[in-house]
Each structure stands twice: as C-alpha cells, then as structure tokens.
C-alpha cells in the first residue's frame, strides 16, 4: 500500500471551473512532486518543493498553480484548463539528503484522472 | 541539452524469454540512474543506481550501470505475461525520464 496518497482519483471539470488536487504523504519525506503523464508521452515534472522551496518546470502553464502548505501537503491548483491538459497527475514524495540535490528514490501516488470537457 | 533515451520503444516477447531493456543518457552532473514499471496506475520503483558496474538484483530483475558509455541495461529473466507494462528510466534529482519501453509477454 503506498504511502503515497492523491485525491480525488478522478475528476471531470470544464474549462471555466476551478478545483484542486490533493497530495498527502505518510513517509516522513522532505520533497513532494507533480508530475502530468499524457497519452504517448514520457512523464513531466511540473513541480519540485525541496525544504519548502519550489523549482518549477518553466514550460508550465499559469492555470496550474502548486501550494505546499507544510512538508506532508501538497496542492495543485487548477482553473480555466484546456482539454489538452486532461491526464493523469502523479504525485511523489522522496527524502532529499542535506542541501545537496541528489535523485532518491520517489513514491509514488496513484494519481488523479483529470478530463477537462 | 541534456536527454534520456530509451530502447526498444516496445518489445513483444513469449513466456519464459529473456529480454534486455537499455537507456542511454546525456546529462549534466549525473547523480543516479533509476528505472521504474508503469502498469495501469502510477510507477513502481524498481532500481536506483549510481556506482557502475555494480548489478542490482530482484528476482528476476537485474539492472547495471556503465557510467563510462553512459547507458543502463533492465534484464527480466524467464519473463511471465505479469512482467508486461511500460519500464521507465530516469536520471537525476529532476527525475528526467525516457519515453519508456512497452514490454508485451504474451503467453
């Protein structure tokens, strides 16, 4: 059972609502993820929040907007999407070793459905 | 600019097969090389490696580095129709990954 958890699972929205997602995680991590995989394509990383620090991917769109209220929390944020943005979204968590970025090991959620009509 | 590659793209094989999945990567200030199996649902962590030449195994599973040529290589043994999914690399702390390799076991 991951420790890893993401609400909703699904969710169906229009172009002009606002909803967020949800990300909780139960392993002590200190860095959490977004991440948006698309039909055919690799994963991308949206959002990195490293000691409460955000990194983000420059080619992410305003409409989503990430919040990490506390290291266990995570949000994203959407409003006025566009049905090339329906995917699926993962969130992950990993502990990152002092101020140093190395690549740990991420766990995974089991993602949010998004389909944007 | 930095880039993970991986191949095949997708595999077809038969029960019992072995087969051998590669990625080579071209990044900057490499730190780690992990692969991960995609089913229907979110990514399961396979291996983490960052020492070359030094095997990980589980199970049927192996893995190796060659930081030298730069590339990884996935070994499934005696493959069984539960192996088949997308197996995913990815290098570094911004989880760059590949496009993945589709493995099909049929039985």
């Known amino acids: 059972e991951t420790g890893v958890t993401q609400t909703p699972r699904h969710l169906v929205m229009g172009m002009t609502n606002k909803k967020s997602l949800k990300c909780e995680q139960h392993?002590?991590?200190?860095?959490m993820y977004w991440y948006k995989q698309s039909a055919k394509k690799p994963l991308e990383l949206m959002f990195v929040?490293?000691?409460?620090?955000?990194?983000e991917n420059n080619s992410v769109p305003s409409r989503f907007s990430p919040e990490c209220p506390n290291s266990s929390h995570l949000f994203l944020h959407l409003h006025t999407l566009q049905p090339e943005d329906s995917a699926l979204y993962l969130c992950a968590s990993s502990q990152v070793l002092g101020e140093v970025r190395v690549s740990d090991t991420q766990y995974f959620g089991p993602g949010t459905r998004l389909t944007v009509l | 600019e930095d880039k993970v590659v991986q191949s095949p793209l997708s595999l077809v094989v038969h029960e019992g097969d072995t087969v051998t999945l590669n990625c080579s990567y071209e990044?900057?200030?490499?730190?780690?090389l992990l692969w991960y199996k995609q089913e229907k649902k979110a990514p399961t962590f396979l291996f983490m490696l960052?020492?070359?030449?030094i095997e990980k195994k589980s199970g049927r599973l192996s893995s190796i580095l060659d930081k030298k040529e730069l590339f990884s290589i996935l070994n499934i043994t005696a493959t069984q129709t539960g192996d088949s999914a997308v197996y995913l690399c990815?290098?570094?702390?911004?989880?760059?990954f590949g496009a993945g390799t589709r493995l099909t076991v049929k039985p």
């Open positions: 392993l002590g991590h200190n860095a």
């Open positions: 990815a290098v570094n702390f911004d989880m760059r």
């Open positions: 990044v900057t200030n490499f730190r780690s």
């Open positions: 960052t020492s070359s030449g």
């Open positions: 929040y490293n000691f409460k620090e955000q990194t």
